[in-house]
């Protein structure tokens, strides 16, 4: 807005300044409205951001009487103004506000329906999630409970059943999930905007499992389906297998006859006639060997489910035939090949025989060590397993040949002469024909030897190789079935770990439900750790083995160790955070105090965990809060109040309304301390009890007063007071006693019901309260006043005066109860009479009189109302009457009743009987009948002057700080939070500097009293050399001027709260003008001296005698306005 309007029209400022922090403001709140994210699928975060969402449309709505103002405001500009340009940027404003108004509430609103429909669309979600994995939780429990079935047609055929069943309840269980997925597809599509990772990363989970359950079951039904088939066609096929078996022993019975014939081997064209008969019957053995190894593994499994049973029986007959057949018919085949192969050169064949044998054999032991190394997982080993099986069905086959051959060469040296080998072996070079038999006999030998032990080796190299298949594979499925199982845990821990909000998003009153969570979870989580170490031994256990684990199972391994590690380290992290949070922002924490404060002051915290306050620009630190020390700096506007009772209890009420203790109730304050369990009143609370308790105080507070109370500042602000009336050392602590008495004695309430609060707090629990209790209640009380340099006015700080006089009053009783004490109280005793006083202020200042003040003339008075009982229709306010004015023909010392509320008519006959009994007293009956308006105890200063009792006190305090070690308040942390207690040669150095600051300021205060001795010395030297002058045609008019001394006189009414009578007070004797100091005779012999004046001098000089009285007055004020000056030190102090 140009300067040039501004000055043009002044009330623009105020205008824009109102428009700008509602602009503001509203910009702020709008900001916030869009950065307010919730997590989806969360039905506690939404319905606590649809409560936060509701407040602040509230605090919207409390705010509109200001948007109406505003208007209402610049409505008036525009009518007072005629400046054009001045209304234009008026009517822009106003539509921009009320533009930025509307769509703020509109966003308000949209956001609040959207959460509403969001807390909707959840709850179905969920409730749609949770039927979905309990369909899901029924079918992993049927796969899970489905054991191997025995192998028969029956069992197979029921189990497909179950399978076809199971298969049928997930195509119908498949509308659950489809309901779930679309819900989820909803909220993620329509709430992108807010957090959905729990929406997305359940939904993942959900149908992760579901394929997984689909694909078992798919795999489980093909593979029944199989068995099914095969054991329906095993009947079958045995019934063929061993028609053919029949049919290929007759043709191996016919060829073995035909080669036994004699003279057969001379028959070359029969010969290879029979060889290729036989070559036929061997093809077609080779062809059925898989089939027969078939049929004799699906037997085997067949005759273990019918173990015991008649059909298991007759199928071991059968399947016993057949292997006998089987066997005898290979035999017969390998002796038809032996006979066929007999002879010329047979040795030579056989020689043959056992080299293709012995390649065949190093060719399978070749073949066997290629298979190793083992596989590194279950699928690569489940390979080789099939693999070595069939290489095992391939020796078994192979058996039989290797057999015949060894038993043909064996038969053929056994039988054969040297001589016809003689003929058989011809070697190039000629040799004795010995030697040649021998050769031959070696050779053969050596081949079927090697033949022999090769065989031997490759079957243990067989039998051993399987049997670390088979270890490597039970090891291998122990590990997959460990890492599945450990797999599912963490990413069950995981989906949780992902639904995790960041720490900074959580509400401060959600981080101890959201801590117990997370201590839960890592409950829940602990067993997983012999998980993992099951899975790293098993791991181990294969290498120890020699088995290298495949890439596959090493990432996995790898993987779920780093998972494990990285759930740990979340979670610890987790705990870690929402600690720092919950010490650093949480209901135990001070964080929340941190706004109490605004810039360039900052709060710190001490390490006991007081606070202390930092001012960036000048560099310093202090133990007050800086709205405590501007409320001290308004307190000392009060000082000029002459009577102490009055002044402290007008100190005490604008602390108490500073403090909004004012609004709490007794009742309130009660609960609050039941709340917190304080019930051991001598028990020391530290700082943060302190904290919790109170912001329970001002939480409730703030819910009955919205407008009212800025809890983070009360909470501060009464916190600090607390520590400078009962730890002024800033140990820390205070007794939980000291807590209840400062709290109760300014909370709203019945004076009684706070004394008989009180009372209840120091008495035993029969009622009854000695004087060591009692004295500790006193001297908590006494505290208050003393934080406020008042406490010389009621007694002292020494409480034992005010014990003795309560005891007395019981007549010297061991004990008292609460009705003594009440009655005692009643009284108003010096030391507790400001609590009393503090109720008649508070209650005065609302009070409104319909009476005119004679000496400031304002009507109606509000606030306390004093009439005057010597004369009629005579009032003051409590403006003149605390600041010691009066009119003319009034006395200080005349009885005056006070009034705290409007008076009646009863109160105004008596009042008036009252005065006219008063007319016929004389003056000087009340200066010697003084009535004091509460229960006098011995002060510090009573009977002494004022410099020895000062003296006396600082070498008393002295001596206390020497015989204690006390130590004076600490200065806060420089800069740094440091700990506000020093060690014990920096105590001793604070205290000395303390003593001689005490020893200054006495030896100041003595200085002016002796300077101020010298000018009334002077004044009244003054005085006797003019009295000392003839003035014979002067003649004064006799009117005594007396001292008049303090008294406060009780009123006869039956309501002492409301109805005071009370003298004025001009003593002059302690330097305090106080009402409540004891009765003095201050007189200095003036009074005589102006009687003589009055007889001696004429009536026609009366003149100056009026100046010799305007010298005594001007002598009295000076001397007042020394002690009011001594006594504002004091207070200050």
Known sequence: MPSSLLLEVPALADFNRAWTELTDWLSLLDRVIKSQRVMVGDLEDINEMIIKQKATLQDLEQRRPQLEELITAAQNLKNKTSNQEARTIITDRIERIQSQWDEVQEHLQNRRQQL????????????????????????????????????????????????????????????????ANDLALKLLRDYSADDTR?????????????????????????????????????????????????????????????????????????????????QDLQGEIEAHTDIYHNLDENGQKVLRSLEGSDDAALLQRRLDNMNFKWSELRKKSLNIRSHLEASSDQWKRLHLSLQELLVW??????????????????????????????????????????????????????EQPLEGLEKLYQEPRELPPEERAQNVTRLLRKQAEEVNTQWEKLNVHSADWQRKIDEALERLQELQEATDELDLKLRQAEVIKGSWQPVGDLLIDSLQDHLEKVKALRGEITPLKENVSYVNDLARQLTTLGIQLSPYNLNTLEDLNTRWKL???????????????????????QHFLSTSVQGPWERAISPNKVPYYINHETQTTCWDHPKMTELYQSLADLNNVRFSAYRTAMKLRRLQKALCLDLLSLSAACDALDQHNLKQNDQPMDILQVINCLTTIYDRLEQEHNNLVNVPLCVDMCLNWLLNVYDTGRTGRIRVLSFKTGIISLCKAHLEDKYRYLFKQVASSTGFCDQRRLGLLLHDSIQIPRQLGEVASFGGSNIEPSVRSCFQFANNKPEIEAALFLDWMRLEPQSMVWLPVLH?????????????????????????????LKHFNYDICQSCFFSGRVAKGHKMHYPMVEYCTPTTSGEDVRDFAKVLKNKFRTKRYFAKHPRMGYLPVQTVLEGDNMETNLQAEYDRLKQQHEHKGLSPLPSPPEMMPTSPQSPRDAELIAEAKLL?????????????????????????????????????????NGTTVSSPSTSLQRSDSSQPMLLRVVGSQTSESMGEEDLLSPPQDTSTGLEEVMEQLNHSFPSSRGHNVGSLFHLADDLGRAMESLVSVMTDEEGAE
């Open 198 to 278: 729990k929406v997305h990363m359940i939904t993942e989970n959900i149908n992760a499992s579901w394929a997984s359950i689909h694909k078992r079951l798919s795999e489980r039904e093909a593979a029944l389906e199989e068995t099914h088939r095969l054991l329906q066609q095993f009947p079958l096929d045995l019934e063929k297998f061993l028609a053919w078996l029949t049919e290929a022993e007759t043709t191996a019975n016919v060829l073995q006859d035909a080669t036994h014939k004699e003279r057969l081997l001379e028959d070359s064209k029969g010969v290879r006639e029979l060889m290729k008969q036989w």
């Open 116 to 179: 509403n429909e969001m807390l909707k669309d959840s709850t179905q979600w969920l409730e749609a999630k949770e039927e979905a994995e309990q369909v899901l939780g029924q079918a992993r429990a049927k796969l899970e409970s489905w054991k191997e079935a025995p192998y028969t047609v029956d069992a197979i055929q029921k189990k497909i059943t179950e399978t076809k069943q199971l298969a049928k309840d997930l195509r119908q269980w498949q509308i659950n999930v489809d309901v």
């Open 567 to 589: 759930l740990q380290v979340a979670i610890e992290d987790r705990i870690r955070q929402l600690h720092e949070a919950h010490r650093d922002f949480g209901p135990a924490s």
């Open 361 to 414: 054999l190093q060719l399978k032991d070749d073949e066997l060590s290629r298979q190793a190394p083992i596989g590194g997982d279950f699928p690569a080993v489940q390979k080789q397993n099939d693999v070595h099986r069939a290489f095992k069905r391939e020796l078994k086959t192979k058996e039989p040949v290797i057999m015949s051959t060894l038993e043909t060469v064996r038969i053929f040296l056994t």
């Open 996 to 1036: 001689r600051q005490h020893k200054g300021r006495l030896e100041a205060r003595m200085q002016i009293l002796e300077d101020h001795n010298k000018q009334l010395e002077s004044q009244l030297h003054r005085l006797r050399q003019l009295l000392e002058q003839p003035q014979a045609e002067a003649k004064v």
């Open 840 to 868: 008649r202020v508070a209650a005065a200042e609302t009070a409104k009189h319909q009476a005119k003040c004679n000496i400031c003339k304002e009507c109606p008075i509000i606030g306390f109302r004093y009439r005057s």
